[in-house]
């Protein structure tokens, strides 16, 4: 145990995804400090089976545990979906908060009645998913779209290569004047907004982010968890594919204008 992140709530993805969420979580929650670890030898989730991403999602938990982070966000559909669930069950005492496609508040935006929700294969495959679409989605034409190959294009970079137009163009191009709302279902997806709405005209895009920050400072109250400093927190990235380049890569999507 090195406790190296004493009081950190740790933060972790597939990969850079995550960082979408991260964003969020430092502009709610500018006090807290915030490890963020991403997955990227083992990118991307949403191709893989539910227990591949169990596992890594466990094994991940532990080694933040480990180093002392004090909450955990799971900044990523796919294992909220595939994990969530059962972390929790193992880790009572821990908070763990985890991200869902944000289909409640497109829902409930005034003039919406077709919405494009845009996710992994396997987060639109599990239960979670299906349940969330029955309660918020039954009184809307909600049109899934599983984009494989989107989170691991992401991945990479260079967003504004003509390759990651074209693959959202294979994706959702034949949506285009058919959709009012569009939920981004996976945390990687924030990163090509521009070029979704390139594609789509100026719809209203939605994820999962704030609700997520929104949930942590109320799990982080209720247990008194919250960080007694007035100042900044810190952020720290870490990663399993672990070069200064892939790090690199994290800190450019940390501060990427959208
Ligand atoms: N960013 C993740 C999500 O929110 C996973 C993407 C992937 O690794 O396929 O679903």
Redesign the pocket.
Known sequence: MSLRYNGFVGVF???V??ISVLRELVRQLPSESFVFFGDSAN?????KSRDQVLRRSRAIVDMLLDDGCKAIVI??????SAAAATLRADYAHVPIIG?EPALKPATLAPNIEHILVM??PI?LRLDKYKQLAERWGSDHDVIEVPCAGL??RIEQGRLDAPDVDELLESLIGRYRGKVDAVVL????YPFVAPQIKRILGEVPLFDGAVGTARQLERRLAERGLLSKSSGPGQVVFASSKDTPEELELYRSFFTLPL
């Open positions: 993805d597939s990969g995804g995550g990118a991307p989730y949403g191709e900044a990523c559909n796919t294992a909220t991200v996710a992994t987060t989170a691991g279902g996976c945390t990687h």
